[in-house]
């Protein structure tokens, strides 16, 4: 049977309130990926999701963002390559703390976009994911998008594995559409199975214009803090186990 990862981020408290229905959401997925503080989420809730993940089967993955919780995470912030790297690293260490078996990383928000286009970024990135790796003593992948990040993590010896989003909207060069445009964020659960099913049969998925992309996607991910969030993950699981497809982490 073949298979696919399902992921969703996760573990995002804001002030102690959860932005997210987790307990729904990790019943889904195969793979989280947990705030570490940056943009969202604190010690309680990073042990939480430790948790959960033990109970339900699901790999844990970190989630590090640019340290800017007042924004989500979700404003471009310029940092010198050094400190950005020292921050990934504490936001890492932080996971670990909580008792994370971390399986793989991947940025968040800015962050995740920021090192898909500056070279600058990806290296501080995968040098701070290459430092956990070594005292781990096993390399932990990289998950993201193709750009900088990928030849980034190849250079520091990690593994790189590509995901496509099943709720936002892709342009025909590959990219995201912006959050706050038309089509940039999809909440229809049979669009998002649909979309599933294409990537995991076919590596293809449909732009806002209409035009068909390839993406070689290991992994599918759902925002969980999308109001649609836990019907859509529920019917893009049921559409891929009913299409002859298992949802699994490959980590």
């Known amino acids: 049977m073949a298979s696919i990862d399902l992921n969703a981020d996760l573990g995002e408290t804001v002030d102690g309130v959860p932005t997210a229905d987790d307990d729904a959401m990790f019943a889904v997925v195969s793979s989280a990926n947990i705030a570490c503080g940056g943009h969202a989420g604190d010690a309680a809730s990073m042990r939480a999701s430790v948790e959960r993940a033990a109970r339900t089967g699901v790999a844990v993955g970190a989630h590090p963002s640019f340290p800017d919780p007042a924004n989500f995470g979700r404003i471009d912030v310029r940092m010198p390559s050094g400190e950005l790297e020292t921050e990934v690293a504490r936001q890492l260490a932080r996971l670990v703390a909580a008792g994370a078996d971390i399986r793989y990383v991947k940025p968040h928000g800015a962050l ?108 599918l991910c ?30």
Do not use: C, K, N
């Open 112 to 219: 995740y976009h920021a090192v898909s286009r500056r070279i600058e970024d990806a290296a501080a990135v995968a040098s701070a994911v290459a430092a956990l790796s070594e005292r781990l003593g096993r390399a932990l992948p990289l998950l993201g998008m193709e750009g900088p990040i990928e030849a980034a993590a190849r250079a520091a010896g990690l593994p790189f594995v590509r995901e496509a989003f099943l709720d936002r909207g892709y342009r025909p060069d590959g990219t995201l559409v912006p959050r706050g445009e038309p089509g940039a964020v999809l909440q229809d659960p049979d669009a998002a199975a649909a979309r599933a099913l294409d990537l995991a049969h076919r590596g293809t998925l449909v732009t806002v214009e209409g035009r068909e992309l390839e993406v070689d996607a290991v992994s």
């Open 222 to 251: 759902l925002h969980g803090d999308s109001p649609a969030a836990v019907a859509m993950a529920s019917a893009v699981r049921a559409a891929l186990e009913s299409g002859g497809v298992a949802v699994r982490a490959p980590w």
